[in-house]
């Protein structure tokens, strides 16, 4: 049994996307087989069709059928059965995939009313964390930082400090916790590193994806330290070390696991790639680490022409967000390697039919705050800007204009500097890069829910080709 997050709101950080993953997979294995033979034998045809329903992803239909089926057991067996107990947090945990909150929080709450006389029952951490995450998801943070705390000392009590059933409720109580000190953060996200390498030993490749966790919460550390002036870069200096170590050790456990050729060291050594780059770091090792990706890529026995070109691409993106003039050499060289072979068609298509981003490739995906409320945007209509320009033959972007949507032009300014410092990997037409001229970026908005209205008057719009309504 398990209880998944909800996919109308990020639970607990997108740091915990994989398990929320991990809690879906266990909401759909549902009870375990002997729990199901206890059921009466209408009832078990109808668990089965619930589990159709998962499978199919339908999860609407899964809680009603399943709240329909907890119903009938209920009332056939006994409300503190313990199948129907169980079979009450598989309820919850189909109520809360499919976004039913507050029914979600009605079983969840009755189940952990269940162990009211017993209040160190290792039953309750399971119905306490799947609370916690009702509570996040309806705005209740305290309420969901208590149960995680309660589930946490029960964790403790009956297994001990160190231990690896208690990972997932640590990881939603840290990214829950945002108020708490940056160096208490920094202990619990260690914390985390600890309990598996207490579980599995230092050198054990299980360890893999906490160290890479920590190393990427780091990462951000670096980006994103707060602090004087006199101990900015100190700090900055020690959270970039410390990542880059632990990247370093990552690698080196999966290559001494599973052979330095194997596929799966891929991801991380680009992840190592790009950090160097942010952290404007060693560039020679970054080149070693890029090099190596390439290596490996091309190693496969089922590696196509294709395949040679696109590592030999991978490289040259590199180099041209590094401004490193090697890149143009590194794309006419994986040009020439799919030109005249038929079967690459469509990989020069994708590699150079059109400018690919290279920096800040998130942009777009969720709106920009605005502190106006919208001009002409009413009811459902979302605000956004529309922003065209050119992709120069070395991948920068100039002539940045706004050519459509329905915020003030000032509103825009931003957007219009930040599309300036991208960098793209150039188009290609017969083996020499060109410019794009007329490229479309469109970003939605969001109105602050702090901002203040503001009356309308008469200056520029980007909604209005005349430009006679503004703010």
Known sequence: MGYPVNHHRVIFGVGNLIMGLVLSIQCSAGLLSAEVQALPSSLQTRYENVQSSIDGRQFDVAADEAEALFLDARATLSDRDVVVRKLRGFVAGLHHQAGNLTAALRHYTRLVSY?????????LVEPLHGLAQTYNALGLDEDAEQALLRAQNIAHREDGVYTMEQVAILEDLTDLKQSISVVRRDQQRRY??????????????NVVPSVLRLARYLDQRAVNVRSHLLLKEYRRRVYRTECHGLYERAIGLMQK???????????????????????RSSRARAVEVVREVERILVAGSDATVADRAAARVEIADYFNMWNDGRADRLYREAWAMIARDPDSELARK????TPVRLTDVALGESPFPIRVPPLVAEGDQSLFSEVSYTVTVDGRVRNVETVGGNIPIRQANPLRLRMARIKYRPRFVDGEPVSTLGVLHTQKYRVNRYAKKRPIDHVKCTSCTDFQHAW
Request: charged fraction near 35%; charge should be negative.
């Open 115 to 123: 162990y009211s006389e017993f209040s160190f029952d290792p039953a």
């Open 192 to 205: 985390h590193l600890r309990i598996h390498e207490d579980a599995f030993g230092k050198d054990d490749p």
């Open 257 to 279: 696991t599973y052979g330095s050729d194997d596929p799966r060291v891929i991801e991380p050594m680009r992840e190592y790639a790009e950090v160097l780059l942010r952290h």
């Open 350 to 353: 994708e590699l150079f039919g």
